[in-house]
């Protein structure tokens, strides 16, 4: 993870350049969902937490972790 | 292979504005050898591939990997490695496999020459984020009038060919000269035969050491410059009819660009410089620390004069390229006008003028050679 203020950069390193193509740029909530990744949990769990962390309604958040999760399988930085 | 993503370059300069913000070096470039196999006159750093002198002054690998470390350390994300030509330097993969687990997105400029199978597979194992490999004509003969190595153009598609081969992502550049200019539509060809895209440019500076060099026997007269512009960018040509003035409006701070604000480079002896088109203030980052370098090159450009009044009232000054580079490449001022520039956006006023007038729209990228 690269940082430039508030906008943070996942960098894949060595083969993992293979995989990830592009730049991914987190925002802190996305940020703040990708630190939550590090241990296993469910688009339930973001969104829990998103709404605990962040001032969101349930279904805002459980949009908001669901399109997270999405986009960042659909990229490889993801597995289930 | 596919090229950036739609939106790449769009968020790499929105991620570098704002690390000029905060005066954050993001974006470094380094110059890992001034030595190169081609020879081409229009060059502004080449020196001879065997010269045993600059190679001896070259910095060590793991110096390079250190400075690496240090910049990173300091924000750098965005890293372009090029030369001369890199690939030259026995030891490139001692410098290019640490970076690549440091935390950076690496390009890597080449002429592509030297890319073998086995190279191609080495960067596949760990490839940049993009190659740009230069294309110098479309044939073997215009190979040898630009570079003076007729067989290089043979070796630049095997080259280009490994690296497709091994899935290393690449994008093609060409260079426009007067040796060359008549090949462009060819190595489009060539660019879309193999599935690549190819970006032109024909605004060629001088040597940044003062050195005599060829670019002024290279380059396109502003009037074929203006031509080309009006057909391969023709937008930019559009917004100066459009626009009327163009003048700087008040903001006449010295460096427009991100140098020192974003950006720096290291030339091939280690030396930071503010870019790879100027060579002073030429700093120490190794005997300094890179960070007291950074802030130093900070001050350098906070407190460079600002544009000379003729380029900030100049009613194209907003669509001129000049900047202090071009000035003191053309003229030894970090401001003063670059006559070159000046000529070539007057050109390019006549040109959209005509345009403006529905008069005749340039259809092949320039005019009968003048040479």
């Known amino acids: 993870m690269r940082s430039i203020g508030s906008d943070h950069l996942l960098v894949p390193l060595g083969a993992r350049t293979r995989e990830v193509r592009g730049l991914v740029v987190l925002n802190e909530p996305a940020r703040f969902m990708w630190d939550l990744l590090a241990e296993e949990c469910c688009v339930e769990d973001l969104a829990a937490a998103l709404t605990a962390r962040f001032n969101v309604n349930a279904d805002r958040a459980r949009a908001d972790a669901a399109a997270f999760v999405e986009e960042i399988s659909q990229i490889g930085l993801l597995r289930p | ?371």
């Open chain 2, 1 to 371: 292979m596919s090229p950036h993503p739609e939106g790449h370059v769009t968020m790499v300069k929105a991620l570098q504005r704002r690390a000029a913000g905060l005066r954050q070096p993001v974006s470094g470039l380094f110059e890992l050898t001034e030595r190169c196999n081609l020879a081409c006159g229009m060059c502004y750093v080449r020196q001879p591939a065997n010269d045993a002198a600059h190679r001896a002054r070259e910095l060590p690998a793991a110096d390079w990997v250190s400075l690496a470390q240090e910049a990173a350390d300091a924000g750098m994300i965005f890293l372009l490695l090029t030369g001369g030509e890199v690939f030259l330097r026995r030891d490139f993969f001692d410098i290019y496999a640490p970076l690549t687990r440091m935390g950076l997105i690496l390009t890597l400029f080449t002429n592509g020459t030297r890319v073998t199978d086995r190279i191609a597979a080495r960067l596949a194992e760990a490839p940049p984020q993009m190659t740009q490999i230069t294309l110098y004509g479309a044939s073997a003969a215009t190979y040898g009038a630009v570079t003076g190595v007729p067989e290089a153009f043979d070796h630049c598609r095997a080259g280009i060919e490994a690296l497709l081969r091994h899935g290393v992502p690449l994008e093609l550049k060409t260079t426009i000269t007067r040796q060359n200019r008549d090949d462009l539509e060819p190595m489009r060809q060539m660019a879309r035969d193999w599935g690549l895209s190819l970006a032109a440019n024909w605004m060629l500076m001088q040597r940044r050491d003062g050195a005599a060099c060829g670019a002024e026997e290279c380059r396109l007269s502003p009037q074929d410059c203006a031509a080309l512009a009006a057909i391969e960018r023709p937008g930019t040509l559009a917004a100066m009819s459009a626009t009327g003035s163009g003048n700087l409006s008040g903001d006449s701070a010295c460096f427009a660009c991100q140098v020192g604000k974003s950006s720096f480079a290291i030339n091939s002896f280690g030396r930071m410089l503010p870019c790879l088109n100027l060579d002073r203030p030429a700093l120490e980052p190794r005997e300094t620390g890179f960070s007291m370098a950074w802030r130093q090159l900070q001050s350098h450009v906070d407190a460079a004069p600002p544009v000379d009044p003729e380029c900030a009232s100049c009613e194209a000054a907003a669509h001129c390229p000049r900047c202090p580079a071009w000035s003191v490449t053309e003229t030894g001022s970090l401001t003063a006008p670059a006559r070159y520039l000046c000529d070539l956006m007057q050109a390019k006023r006549d040109l959209a003028a005509r345009q403006a007038e529905g008069g005749a729209v340039p259809t092949s990228p320039v005019a009968a050679p003048d040479v």
